[in-house]
């Protein structure tokens, strides 16, 4: 008895420091400005705390079940939809573009379904404006003159190439991607905050609006028409929800285990190195335990999503400011840096 009473004393405690912690860090998001909803996941227990307002000219709160844009966050759920298809047997990684997009140019021959997912297509990373209709992104692709690498020689981040896994998808399974993600994702795991938008055809609820620093002040910076990035970007969902999709990713209720360990793991070039991508996953290490993060960011919005399984650990991190204050880094690399220290923070409470 004296044993359990101690194992609640310190749950509370170490609940009660990160409360603190996170209190302090996101000191600047509270009150009558642009928030953040954080979560930590601690096997399989959720501590979420919430700051700041979803939208600025309603002056609503931002709650765990407030619905942000999670831009390339998206990529996760696309490389698993494309897997569903592949435990279906409906689908090869080896499969080439241009057998299910038979008038691309040429180079999709080169070009199969895992370098698409590991993002070592050849293809560059081209910025096309986020509501560009398909057939025009289609016609630019055709008609456009890319330097093509050779698919596995290196490692270039290309949303381009999850737009085409998302057009596959709508190949293959004669329904929109929305649908076909709502189906075979969010129902199943009971994620009834969230879905693939499409402008006309769906409407995000408690979604959070997107905004920068502007002037010692806030501009609504916010572009949800994203309709050419569906497959690279465009869900929208909450903390509460990512926390089942989360957990789900530590069993086979969507897909078997061999092919989550495919997911999981670094891709290999031609040259036997590897890249730091997997399926939708960036792949690393924090204190000796591998882990498996993204970041995502569209005008007005900054997200991170990390991962240590070993340790059933998670951090969800959603903000709808273009920044994350208390990250003052600029660059990547030493944005992901800080990250990893506050992730080290944590575990000392684990």
């Known amino acids: 008895m004296v044993f ?8 509370i405690m170490n609940t009660k420091a990160i409360e603190e912690k996170l209190d302090e860090l996101f000191i600047d998001y509270s009150g009558n400005v642009p928030g953040a909803s954080v979560g930590i996941i601690n096997d399989g227990k ?3 705390r919430c700051y700041g307002l979803s939208n600025l000219q309603k002056s609503m709160l931002i709650t765990p079940k407030t619905n942000f844009e999670i831009a390339s966050l998206t990529k996760a759920f696309t490389a698993a939809c494309i897997l569903k298809l592949v435990e279906e047997g409906r689908l090869n990684l080896t499969d080439n573009i241009n057998d299910f997009i038979p008038d691309f140019p040429e180079y999709g021959r080169n ?3 895992k370098p698409l997912l590991q993002h070592t297509s050849g293809m560059p990373n081209i910025d096309y404006p986020v509501n560009l209709p398909m057939n025009e992104f289609m016609y630019q692709l055709k008609t ?17 190439g999850y737009v085409l896994l998302g057009l596959i998808i709508e190949i293959i399974t004669g329904q929109p991607l929305y649908e076909y993600m709502d189906k075979t994702i969010f129902k199943p795991l009971q994620m009834s905050d969230t879905l693939l938008y499409v402008n006309g055809i769906n409407e995000v609820k408690n979604r959070a609006y997107g905004y920068s620093g502007k002037d010692g002040g806030y501009k609504l910076l916010d572009e949800n028409d994203i309709r050419l990035m569906r497959g690279a970007a465009g ?4 903390v509460l929800d990512m926390a089942k999709w989360d957990q789900a990713l530590y069993s086979d209720k969507l897909l078997s285990y061999d092919l989550l360990r495919e997911a999981f793991t670094q891709g290999q070039l031609n040259d036997g190195s590897y890249s730091e ?5 960036i792949i690393g290490n924090i204190s000796g335990f591998k882990s498996l993060s993204h970041s995502g960011g569209n005008p007005g919005f900054k997200h991170f999503f990390i991962r240590l399984p070993e340790k059933r650990f998670s951090l969800i991190l959603f903000s709808n400011r273009d920044s994350i204050d208390f990250l003052k880094s600029k660059s990547a690399e030493d944005i992901s840096n800080e990250l990893r220290e506050f992730v080290r923070f944590l575990l000392n409470f684990m």
Not at 235 to 238: D, E, G, Q, T, V
Request: glycine letters at 8%; hydrophobic letters at 40%; proline letters at 2%.
């Open 4 to 11: 359990y009473i101690y194992l609640i004393f310190t749950i």
């Open 46 to 48: 959720l501590l979420c």
């Open 111 to 113: 070009i199969t379904i």
């Open 144 to 160: 456009a003159s890319y330097n093509i690498s050779v698919p596995g020689s290196k490692y270039v981040y290309c949303n381009a």
């Open 235 to 238: 869900i929208y969902s909450s």
């Open 277 to 281: 991508y997997g399926f939708g996953w």
